[in-house]
């Protein structure tokens, strides 16, 4: 009788932790959802030479680099071929050609902390006033790019990359407008972990405007 109840207390036991989940997904209504995904933490992914000819137009010129951001960007090219070609092809995203790459504060003398980012056509189709068409756009698009930056997070592990940028681009009345969200890695951790929610993560990012100066939006 003993053996058979050590048998199915054991039984019980094994089967909650089989159940067990490590990771919390957190969502965050209009804002995105943060996707549960394992990441390439191993070895560099392998593309085919099309591919990476086709897509390294989207990386920035090497050549205008000043930081180690020309080193991280030869390091992790077919990661980041990777993430161009998903949304690209998968997303259908407009992506500025030349913008994907490591950008560091221009305004700071720190040009140790760099982010990896990106430039996003997009279209103000409703005519929305540039502090509007900002948190829409914001919004609607963070997320999605940063569940793709994610999967590849071995670009954000290296001391020297602290977060990821994403700069919106589009014109109203003739002009280019533009709006930049600096997001910092703790906070993409806290985001990934369930420890905030995403829009807490969009609230805590630093937002810069066409001329890139630091601005509050009712996010």
């Known amino acids: 009788m003993r053996v058979m109840l050590f048998f199915s207390v054991l039984f019980m036991l094994l089967s909650m932790s089989c159940t067990g989940e490590n990771i919390k997904n957190g969502t965050g209504g209009s804002t995105g959802t943060v996707q549960n995904t394992s990441g390439t933490d191993s070895t560099e992914p392998k593309i085919t030479v099309k591919n990476r000819e086709k897509y390294s137009e989207y990386l920035v010129d090497p050549k205008y680099y000043s930081t180690n951001g020309g080193y991280y960007q030869s390091k992790y090219h077919d990661s980041i071929i990777i993430i161009v070609k998903s949304f690209i092809e998968k997303d259908k995203l407009n992506i500025s050609e030349g913008t994907v790459g490591f950008y560091f504060d221009k305004k700071s003398t720190r040009t140790d902390r760099l982010f990896f980012g990106l430039d996003l056509f997009v279209k103000n189709i409703k005519s929305e ?20 930056v994610y999967k590849n997070r071995n670009i954000l592990k290296e001391s020297e990359v602290v977060g990821v940028v994403f700069g919106f681009k589009w014109t109203e009345s003739g002009a280019r407008q533009q709006v930049n969200i600096w997001i910092k890695e703790e906070d993409i951790i806290l985001t990934y972990t369930g420890k905030i929610t995403v829009n807490e993560m969009l609230q805590r990012s630093t937002i810069t405007n066409t001329a890139g100066k630091v601005i509050l939006l009712a996010i």
């Open 129 to 148: 006033d540039y502090g509007s068409f900002s948190v829409s756009v914001i919004k609607k698009y963070t997320m999605p790019l940063l569940n793709e």
